[in-house]
Every structure is written in C-alpha cells, then in structure tokens.
C-alpha cells in the first residue's frame, strides 16, 4: 500500500525516524492516548473501583466501574495511537523513543494520587464495624502481595533494561505510596495484627498471586505481537 504523506516530515537524511511528538497534527491525538492511558489503566481502574465500592458499599458496582474504565480506556486509547502514528510511514516511525521527563512524571502522579485516595478509603471501608475481621486480614494479604509483585517487576525491568532506567526508577514512587499508605491504614488506623491462623492472609496472597499470574501473560502475549507486527512493518 501506497502510504501519501499529508504532513512535513523531517527530512530523512537528518532524522530518518520520527514520532508523533515531532508533528504537530499527531501531537494531539498522541496526548489523547497518553492520557487514556494515565487514566484508564489497570492500576487507576483499579483504584477507581475500589473508590466505588467505597461510595456505594456495592461490589458489583466496582466491578462495572473496573471492567468499564479498562475497556473503554483500552480502545480510546488504542484509536488515539493509531491515528496518531497514521501521520508517519511504518518504517520511519520511532517507536522506541522515551517519552518526555515531564510526561512520565505526569503519568506518576496520576497513579499516586489515586492509590494514595483509594488506599485511605479503603482503609476506612474495613474499620466500619459491618466488615469482618477475615475480610481486612484477605485484603492485607491481597495488598502485601500486589505491592511486592509491583517490586519484582520493577526490578526485573531494571536487569532486563525493557525501559528507560528513569522510568523505571520513576515508576517506583506508586509502589512507595501504597507502602506507606498500607503501612498506616493498617498498623496505625485500623490497629492491625497479623492473625494466629493465616488462612484469610494467604487466601488474600493466592487470590492476588493468580490475578498477578493473569496480568503477566496477558502482557507477555500483548508484547509478543507487538514484535511480530513490528518485524513484519519493517520487513
């Protein structure tokens, strides 16, 4: 297929690759999926459900707030970047660029602020008097171990080098909030103990094990076609 150039690239001999950042036209649309993407990943979806069954005491409510954000985000997202790198020719586009220091620091906040809310609504959710003790003792467990799992990925991107080391050391800032806020709920607000029987822990550790289990295979098939649709743009 004949791709007609309906922008001003940058003259090849210069710079032969080129993002959607260089081009005014695809900047706009290249924003919209950045922020589709601060807003409706799985991290802040997740916190939005958790605000949600705060609000209306209601899990199925948080469930719909949850699969809703994701999947409309998913393909709001996914749009916005396909009209965005249409103004570039596949094999000029430059998609291995790191995104701007003030961008990833954008995308952070959003993240951090909303575990740092959710956290503290939730901590408060499980100190009303109609949540039983089992259920704080699953959600610590669940919560322990998503945070670990948050550290053992960031330390595998950082020997693997998969991003930039500034964001990968950026990206611990989330992890270091729910830290602190799990830290506080729990042993401070709630007056938390670790129970006799870890039964409820470890049913918290085996639910958010399996769910993290998910999220790890469902990435590493996302990443394997990203490959094979990259070496085939440039074959």
């Not at 997740?46 to 985000?73: D, E, M, P, Y």
């Not at 949540?131 to 959600?139: L, R, T």
């Not at 729910?178 to 938390?192: I, K, M, N, S, Y």
Request: hydrophobic letters at 55%; aromatic letters at 10%.
């Amino acid at each position: 297929m004949k791709i007609t150039e309906t922008v001003n690239l940058p003259d090849p001999s210069i710079q032969p690759l080129v993002h959607p950042l260089d081009i005014p036209e695809a900047r706009k649309d290249f924003l919209k999926a950045w922020l589709w993407e601060a807003l409706a990943n799985p991290s802040v979806s997740l916190c939005l459900a958790a605000i949600a069954w705060f609000a209306t005491g209601n899990w199925v409510a948080a469930v719909l707030v949850f699969a809703g954000t994701v999947g409309f985000g998913w393909m709001a997202r996914r749009w916005s970047l396909r009209e965005a790198w249409e103004f570039i020719p596949r094999k000029r586009q430059d998609r291995e660029r790191a995104l701007p220091l003030r961008w990833v620091l954008g995308s952070i906040s959003i993240l951090s602020f909303f575990l740092g809310v959710a956290g503290l609504l939730l901590v408060m959710r499980l100190n009303r008097a109609d949540i039983p003790i089992d259920v704080a003792q699953v959600c610590f467990g669940a919560g322990v171990t998503a945070v670990l799992l948050g550290y053992v990925v960031q330390a595998i991107g950082l020997i693997r080098r998969a991003r930039p080391v500034r964001d990968l050391l950026l990206g611990m800032i989330p992890l270091v909030v729910v830290t602190v806020v799990a830290a506080f709920g729990f042993f401070l607000l709630l007056d938390f103990e670790l129970p006799a029987d870890p039964t409820n822990f470890l049913i918290g550790v085996a639910i958010m094990g399996v769910a993290g289990l998910i999220g790890g295979i469902l990435s590493l098939i996302e990443r394997a076609r990203g490959r094979r649709s990259t070496n085939r743009d440039y074959s």
